[in-house]
Nanobody
Framework: QVQLVESGGGLVQPGGSLRLSCAAS????????IGWFRQAPGKEREGVSC???????YYKDSVKGRFTISRDKSKNTVFLQMNSLKPEDTAVYSC????????????????WGQGTQVTVSS
C-alpha cells in the first residue's frame, strides 16, 4: 500500500528553523520525484521544492537560500530543512510523489501525504 506521511511541523518564531520529514511506505522513493507543497488559508497551493530520483533539486524563488530538500535513501525518507523562517511561510506543508521529471505543478503528482502545519509567529 502506497503511503506518504509528513511530520515535523509546529510553531516557530520568525528566524527559526524546522525540519519536515516525508516518510514513504509500500514503495521505495528511489525512482520517484518528491515535491513539497504548501497552502495557506485563502491561498492557492504552491510548489516549494522538488528533488529528482538522481538528487537534482529545484526551489521556489522565495525559499531559495533558506530551504534545503534532501533524501535519505536508507530511511526511505525525504526532508525539507527550513531556516530563517518568515511569517509568510505559515501554511500546511504536504509532500507528494511522481514518476518522471521534477515540477512544482501539483497536478502532476500521483501520491500525496495528509500534510503538517507550520506556523511562524512571534
Amino acid at each position: 500500500q502506497v503511503q506518504l506521511v509528513e511530520s515535523g511541523g509546529g510553531l516557530v518564531q520568525p528566524g527559526g528553523s524546522l525540519r519536515l520529514s516525508c516518510a514513504a511506505s509500500g514503495f521505495t522513493l528511489d525512482s520517484y520525484v518528491i515535491g513539497w507543497f504548501r497552502q495557506a488559508p485563502g491561498k492557492e497551493r504552491e510548489g516549494v521544492s522538488c528533488i529528482t530520483s538522481d538528487g537534482g533539486t529545484y526551489y521556489k524563488d522565495s525559499v531559495k537560500g533558506r530551504f534545503t530538500i534532501s533524501r535519505d535513501k536508507s530511511k526511505n525518507t525525504v526532508f525539507l530543512q527550513m531556516n530563517s523562517l518568515k511569517p509568510e511561510d505559515t501554511a500546511v506543508y504536504s509532500c507528494a510523489a511522481k514518476l518522471g521529471a521534477c515540477t512544482l505543478y501539483s497536478g502532476r503528482y500521483s501520491y500525496w501525504g495528509q500534510g503538517t502545519q507550520v506556523t511562524v509567529s512571534s
